[in-house]
């Protein structure tokens, strides 16, 4: 093949070898459960694309990307319309990636996809807490006479966890049940982001910690692509913010979802994911990987 | 309430009274079985709101709709993301119209919902017929490990039905077993529509005929507005011309599916769909009530 | 008609009876007098379809749509293009709801149908003040040779309440002649918002008050689906927050006016509204209605 | 000012001198009195803008705009809202370019231009007739209680030419009483347009003959940026073709409306516009003179 | 790495193996000389994105591409503004890919990249000559004092292979002296597709072949996103057909140039230039390859 | 001509007459050296197309922009793909409005076209600063080979004035290299702008200053019409309260580049752009002009 030829997949600057990797990236195009607007399945292809617009190099933290070593793995191969069966897999390869030292980082898809990588990260780490920004509490005991939606995923995790090792952020949607729920059982900071969670990261011992962000907690108009827009939210520059005090946290895994390239105008919504990916990737210490040494 | 005041609902020209209707129009806004982009959930709305962009009287055949007994039932409530739950609820509201004596026209949604709808149909009329309009063969066997998909309908159909009475027009994409399958079973027109037609309505029987259109057997640039567009279909005149060929034959019960918001721009896609919902009110010959007579 | 069929009409939560209801809310999708960009006459129904993505309780005031009595009264029936006509008639319906007692909240269209709805107010609350939430002045006192349009309505609005009862915030745009006339004779908060409306509401004696919101108040970044967006506003966070004061004065009548769905990519601009009637709804006292008791 | 600096205005190839123009292009701003989408207002600064795209020399009659004294004469300016008074406007100006000697060739705005601009050319030859392209047959007696309005304007211009001066091509959308009154009335081919016309074309006398194209006779399809869009229409090239034909009439005036920028997604609408008006300009022959003579 | 987890690259079914293929597919993102609107950069890799919502069957030809072995090599690695040595890149490509005897099928970019992919083909077969379906003839001497740009290449290449041995069709734009120039040197089809390309190819001797498609030859109702939208074109059923002819001939390389994703609402261009190329890979008749026997 | 009909040109208010203008605003449409999305040729047409949706008179300053002598010049003439001769006729379109003791304001296109500006500036003012604010640093020392380009343009300024004349702005994306050449070389303001620059212009003495401002140092969700969005930036607020601080300063000429409006949704980024040239027209003190006096 000629020289002149390049042949790129993935995000930007990742690396050819999974072995070697102390992050493996990987999308999740699911979004069969939502009740407003699906398409965030194509959430995982649109960040990866944007990706190569920004730099390797992260002017807030003054690393790069090249010196990080990370894999994109693709996507999870899912059954569209077949939920239990696409929880499974996505449990599974999250599974394997802890279970090699490495730190999993989602890309979605709809919410829903956090409960089997949190299950598969709190196998490994029993003590694990969540730290959950959104604009809605998704607490919901059951939706539609479903128990599995993304309208119930974090009251399926603060059952799986506990509530109390559950942390809510930038909460500024839900119905009355869901208040009450999360008012008496969760770290519950409803409208608020950058203040609490400061106050959090600075007490914080060496639990390890996995962050779930659903991209609607910033405000639709930085963030106008995703399926459940909630005006009323934080800026761009806010959840930059939040991703680098995070980054100081005993981060095992992570996901980022809800990114709906339909609704993205400017391509704004992926862009801003692919640079909290960017930060994640540049800041999170990496865990020690016996296999590897 | 103030006389200035006007609080409408529902497909330009409907009735206030399910009783009298010779037909009743509704939603399925089911959309998470399919494969490629998600969305035709909001097609009946769509639908329903462009219908007032039309007028009532057809000039292709010279009638009205102020002269048609029709009534918009409104929308299925489905639990999303639960097929077996939602096929089942579909099947049970068009039993219902059946058995009233009545004409159901279903607005989509994908075109999975058309199964249970053909199942309702066939328990009233054992003989019957389907007429499918559609880019895409819909005949595989199992989709991504599931029987039950937008992919594999029309084979589900064959199976209840018979696959010598099911006629598929303006098929022009599937896989090679889908070619096979359809060639030898049955009426299979590759890439043409308005010519076998015409033979088939005019050496038609008294047989039975349920109606199923796919809006994608529509070139995507008459009707962009689709989930999986398929360059290379008909025009916007021809389906209107296949419409009012079909009105000779003696339907009890059809679906127009796949309409996908999302992607129409300029709405024609809608307004497509609701001008052949109009030809068909306004052609369509009424079964004879017994419970009204 | 079966049990599984529904048939939805109007904002969400709107319960089904006039008679019993506090608040009257109804859309008046009148644009023609506009200089730039018309289609703010599908504002009302692009607000009650995006009504349904969001929840009716709400997190900043802890209370539910569902404990308020309200009714969606559908849109004044307009002959468009007759402007004098149309002004009657939206008269007249908030003419009516204001006698029974009853709060009307309107849904724009344009500005100018602010004027009939402060008439129809001020007629039965003669102390009326106005509090009216803009980009633009609105003071002309004539426009392109015509006394009633868009640009004019608070200037007419001044003769009939008086220019002292009307508070203009965050007004960042106009003529030299309409600064002049702001400056000298109204309550005039040049590119502020949050503050000077504290104090106004601090100081608070029991006048009746009319709020009138035109969106474009919010920056285009938030609200871009509007006819003349004036880059520079608020963010949807301080909007909410000023709606959340407002609901502490004794407010008797409120629309809000100019959204305009064919710039509303992302619907966040229906969204924001929808959000803002919410909270009005849930915020807002209602008035003694002497006919139920 | 230095000569690498150019400031272009108005449709391609205009020259810059009125007096020895043939033909004057000039655009009609007015869109309010539309029952649905309005914005055509901004049509003749689309076509205007996308002209340049378009070569000056057309290949279907081997002539060029460089060989035709055209004169783009910028727009009507008129008084938003008002009805009237923009009807007397409109007549003025095209009167004076009969008077003149010229061609009148207006980019619309709505339908409702056309009826000053009929009687500006009737005024000047009394034996008018008029060929109107559109889906709609704009018969109407009254619309919404207004004589004055794009539904009603050919209904006007019959009484005002009589109606067997008024040929009718490609309509497919009314009411059944315009429906009745075309077929009794008027020269009325339903849904037909290059047959009749080459019919009616082949058998012209001199008799004089405005031009009024609706562009929505054309499919949405090749026509999507317009008002009141009606699927089944005829193709770009049939409207091409049509126009060609036409080049072979005494035309002494033309319109062009509807064109309505914010649906023309890849701006095929505007330029199919701008395309018409340039064969129409290297086709039509000019009138005689007297006073450059 | 996970068997769950799918890493794709690159045109549906495409093999891993450059050695082996047939055919050689690749992207050309060069779209710095065009006039208009730019964009095509962004071609090839849309084209690859919507490849995935084909089936690799094709209906037409009852062949599949699981049967044809062909290897998408990514893209061509380009200095973005410098031209001169962008061409010479996408030369040596080309010339690798045809001395290595494989066929050579090039996605745009803008039309300028025929010329080097052109010269290739022609340095390895002489007696080469050219197919051209574009809505613009192409044949400038120079466009802006420059010789090099998309509106001077088939010229250009007449220059290079003798105007006799250019054949083009379906052109509707040009300059006066681009029509005298086409009229009496090439092979000149006006507006004419089908007919004259049955005829050329009816006739056709064992001459090497290079084919050259730019998308805007389709009308823009087909094919919206492109830079220079011509209304007027062929539809999408008649380039496909085009295409099924143009395998009969014996093909050495080929180019699909000009798809603008930007402008391409509802992606229906990028569909049906992966369509073409799907028949393309599926009918065209392979070169013996010496190397691997 | 008859009175009722206007032919407007150019940015709000200009007036006729290049000799007695204070300012000349002009545009640069070049956009062939960029790396991600082309298109902000279009840039300076659209501001002026959205300018007439503005006021004259600014609310902020107090002064209207019919109090100013400023003649908008069009557009330089550029040859498309010849970067080389497109710097060339820039530099001396920009020389003669210095030269003739006028204030130049280009509306971009590139970043790149700041280069021959700031040439022709620093001509005239060999003391010349540059006030340079953007997202990304624009320091590389050559990008993909070129040492012309969007992403050199700042290193080849601080070559050509000095490095400690360059103050940067709101910087928040670059490599490695540019951070550190930037942080040791000019004044370089990383993610920060208002506070800054406040310092800065407190303590300028009266050396000459050029203004260069490229679109996306706003934050996308206030700009999203612009080619490498970067999320993080700064409000619409922000930027016009800077440039507000910059009106202080002895500018002698301005540029506004990177404005894209293809992915200028609502058209607010061209709102802004143009709405920060108005503040520069009312507020930069106009030089001595000899030649006028």
Known sequence: MHPFLYRKFGFMGSQEDYRSADFVLFGVPMDFTVSFQPG???????????????????????????????????????????????????????????????????MGGEHLVSLPLIKAAAAKYPELAVFHFDAHADLRDEYLGEELSHATVMRQVAGLI????????????????????????????????????QQVVENWDDTPVYVSIDIDVVDPAFAPGTGTPEPGGCTSKEILQAMLMLTRLPIVAMDLVEVLPAQDSSQRTSLLAAKLIREALVGITPLKKAFDK
Do not use: W
Not at 61 to 88: A, E, I, Y
Not at 162 to 189: D, M, V, W
């Open 162 to 197: 506990g509530p109390n090792k559950l942390y809510q952020f930038g909460i500024r949607s839900g119905t009355e049940e869901e208040y009450a729920y999360g008012s008496q059982n969760t770290h519950f900071f409803v409208d608020e982001l950058l203040k609490p969670l």
């Open 40 to 106: 965030s399945r194509f959430g995982p292809q649109a960040i990866r694309a944007v990706s190569e617009g920004l730099e390797e190099y992260s002017f807030y933290q003054q690393r790069s990307l090249t010196d990080v070593r990370f894999f994109d793995g693709g996507d999870v191969d899912l059954p569209f319309g077949n939920t239990v069966s696409s929880m499974k897999r996505i449990e599974a390869v999250a599974k394997e990636i802890c279970a090699d030292g490495k730190i999993p980082i989602a």
